[in-house]
């Protein structure tokens, strides 16, 4: 069983800077994958970002490539998520999800463990 819990959300104006993070129990966290993914309200939850287990690998959603970067620190059971040049249609509550798999997946139905969420605001 993991259990994740996420920080980091706020208010912030567009082109700011926002750092989430995603803390994890459990001793078998650097084994899983790791993702991001958001809803905005009204929306269907989209992916933002994953990476695998050992770092090796991540991937984004077009929408955040070059703006937002996804990391791990297994040793504190964290993963993170730097949002930068943040843009209104960035707001949404931002949920973490751990995978078993250990692959950085973009598929929501792979992941098996999900934290409750943290809001992000973006005003323009």
């Known amino acids: 069983q993991v259990q994740l819990v996420e920080s980091g959300g706020g208010l912030v104006q567009a082109g700011g800077s926002l750092r989430l993070s995603c803390a994890a129990s459990?001793?078998?966290?650097?084994?899983?994958?790791m993702g991001w993914f958001r809803q905005a309200p009204g929306k269907e939850r989209e992916f933002v970002a994953a990476?695998?287990?050992?770092?090796?690998?991540?991937n984004y959603a077009d929408s955040v490539k070059g703006r937002f970067t996804i990391s791990r620190v297994s040793a504190k059971n964290t993963v993170y998520l730097q949002m930068s040049s943040l843009k209104p249609e960035d707001t949404a509550v931002y949920y973490c999800a751990a995978d078993r798999s250990g692959l950085a997946t973009l598929d929501s139905y792979e992941y098996d463990y999900w934290g409750q969420g943290t809001r992000v605001t973006v005003s323009s």
């Open positions: 990476i695998s287990w050992s770092g090796g690998t991540t």
């Open positions: 459990g001793r078998t966290f650097s084994s899983y994958g």
